[in-house]
């Protein structure tokens, strides 16, 4: 077992047949459909008939992707969307972690309840938001009308042009916030508390605290949850069918919507194809963008 | 005066805790009631009605559902943990070549959204006869990279000496994980148990897209599926999401510790 010098035969041997299996299923389900779908984005595939006739077409799916009225404003709902999302997470996430640091009576049992979105189901979530935010009706707007704002002026939530999009981000960044904050905990809880006591002892205020201990120190989990809320933000499929299934009109139809009514409903494959690849390659570029910036650092 | 603040901030938390679990006390509140008093406020005197429920658990396919959606389950995660726990093994213990590479572009395949390759799944998945089948959702979830990553990131804890023990003991790596890396690792495999048991049972797009008979859905596409086409009776949907919601829900109060350590794993190391 030397550390350094050359790798013994007999282990990667072993190594191979250990990981043979999950590289199998991997190629399979998960490489393949990425491949496959590059392939489909450069045919002109109208049939969803496996015979179907398939020409190569070039790039014209992707022209039409970025000429299209539908399409183009289906991708900027979906950068709005995220940027939304990451701005309700970000902004939140590190205060609760912070505030549930601290010690209270029935500390876990809140703690649970913050993490209790998390794990259920997105259709569920939908039917119980869509009741409580009924615009006449729903229990959200009945208590603003008890506060004294006027009947007309009353937000529409899910059922407006102008709000929706943004009640989703909202109403996902609810679900989400577990993840962020329970990673978040942990890194808090690994600053050394001498390090807070100093602090103390040199009369640092809490904002100085923050600023220059444990900002600093949480860095790296800041950038990875970062990093992760923006891949999440993209991933709106389930979210956006269980609250407005794209509506109302076409104002929540985000990329993801947009290439199952292409591809089911309009039947332009290749169209789909296209604006999942394109969807791809975006969020990789971001992805790599923020987590460049761990690196500068390191 | 020090006291009182704190008092004070254990009212907020617990304000701030109970408004996020609000949607969940409606939910149950309002799905036993009739469907009359489904816009009166949450504290409306109302005698409890299981009648929402019946008309959920009476419908002809819900047996079918649940028996799809648990079957899927388990199936998955057994299957599961005899594809990841060796590979796990493998790049958290062995040298081989190209290993760093290998693992870096599992990783960059977690940032593929799953829906952007939904048209080129449907034609493969018909191609390979998977179509409208429990297998179409049982071998996509064999490889989820985000299993493979908790597990090589609790493999890496366990110590290098039992290893070393192992080899001299003459006994090869095989033998070290099913006699000394599993066993450590109990709790590990308790949480990639629980998030697969509420990834799976959550998980809308996979069977929606791709299972295309109603007796062989899962029970979140019937969810929606109830929601389209029961009508506009809310307290049903609401009886159905109740149900639909509650396993997960005391599975993972009674298992959180799991879920808070596999979390917190997976985000300290990055």
């Known amino acids: ?298 | 005066m020090m006291k009182r603040s704190h008092l004070l901030f254990t009212a907020v938390m617990w304000i701030l805790g109970l408004l996020m679990i609000y949607p969940f006390v409606s939910m149950v509140v309002i799905s036993l009631r009739p469907s009359g008093l489904v816009y009166k406020s949450i504290w409306y005197p109302v005698i409890p009605t299981l009648i929402n429920y019946k008309k959920v658990v009476t419908h002809p396919n819900f047996l079918n559902w649940c028996i799809n959606t648990l079957y899927v389950v388990i199936i998955s995660i057994v299957f599961r943990l005899f594809v990841t726990l060796p590979a796990a093994y493998a790049f958290a213990r062995l040298r081989f070549r190209f290993s760093g590479v290998l693992l870096a572009l599992l990783m960059a395949s977690l940032m593929v959204p799953s829906e952007t390759t939904m048209v080129s799944r449907y034609f493969y998945y018909k191609t390979l006869h998977l179509f409208d089948t429990p297998w179409v959702i049982i071998l996509p979830e064999l490889s989820e990279v985000f299993y493979l990553l908790l597990m090589i990131q609790f493999f890496r804890l366990v110590p290098r000496e039992l290893n070393e023990a192992a080899s001299i003991d003459g006994s090869g790596h095989w033998r070290a994980l099913v006699q000394i890396f599993i066993p450590l690792s109990t709790p590990a495999i308790a949480t990639m148990v629980l998030f697969s048991f509420i990834n799976i049972w959550n998980n809308f797009l996979d069977p929606y897209l791709f299972i295309s008979s109603i007796e062989r859905q899962l029970l979140t596409p019937a969810l929606k599926f109830f929601q389209e086409h029961g009508g506009a009776n809310i307290p049903v949907q609401l009886a159905g999401s109740a149900i639909a919601i509650i396993p997960i829900i005391i599975l993972f109060v009674s298992t959180q510790k799991y879920f808070v350590e596999g979390i917190s794993a997976s985000g300290l190391k990055g």
């Open chain 1, 1 to 298: 077992m030397s550390r350094k010098g050359t790798i013994g035969r007999k282990e990667e041997y072993t190594a191979f047949g250990m990981l043979v299996l999950f590289l199998f299923f991997f190629l399979v389900f998960k490489f393949y459909p990425l491949i496959s779908t590059f392939a489909i984005s450069f045919l002109d595939r109208n049939s969803l008939r496996n015979a179907a006739s398939t020409t190569f077409v070039g790039f014209s799916n992707y022209r039409t992707v970025f000429t299209n009225e539908a399409t183009l404003q289906a991708f900027g709902r979906t950068f709005l969307y995220s940027g939304m999302y990451t701005l309700f997470t970000m902004s939140t996430c590190l205060v609760l972690a912070m505030l549930l640091n601290k010690e209270f009576r029935g500390r876990t049992v809140v703690r649970t309840f913050f993490y209790m979105p998390y794990v259920t189901n997105l259709i569920a979530i939908g039917v119980v938001w869509n009741y409580l935010l009924n615009p006449y009706r729903g229990p959200v707007n009945r208590m603003l009308l008890a506060l004294g704002i006027p009947e007309g002026r009353l937000p529409l939530w899910l059922g407006s042009n102008t709000s929706a999009l943004a009640t989703a981000a909202a109403i996902h960044t609810w679900v989400g916030l577990a993840f962020p904050v329970i990673t978040l905990l942990a890194a808090l809880q690994q600053i050394p508390r001498s390090l807070i006591e100093v602090s103390e002892l040199e009369g640092a205020t809490s904002f100085q605290r923050l600023r220059y201990i444990i900002i600093p120190f949480l860095r790296p989990t800041l950038i990875f949850v970062l990093t992760l809320t923006i891949i999440n933000s993209f991933k709106t499929y389930t979210v956006i069918m269980a609250l407005t299934e794209g509506g109302p009109g076409t104002a929540t139809q985000v990329v993801s919507l947009q290439i199952y009514a292409d591809a089911f409903k309009y039947f332009r494959l290749g169209v789909a194809s296209a604006e999942g690849v394109i969807l791809t390659i975006i969020i990789f570029i971001i992805s790599l963008w923020v987590r460049r910036g761990d690196n500068d650092e390191a």
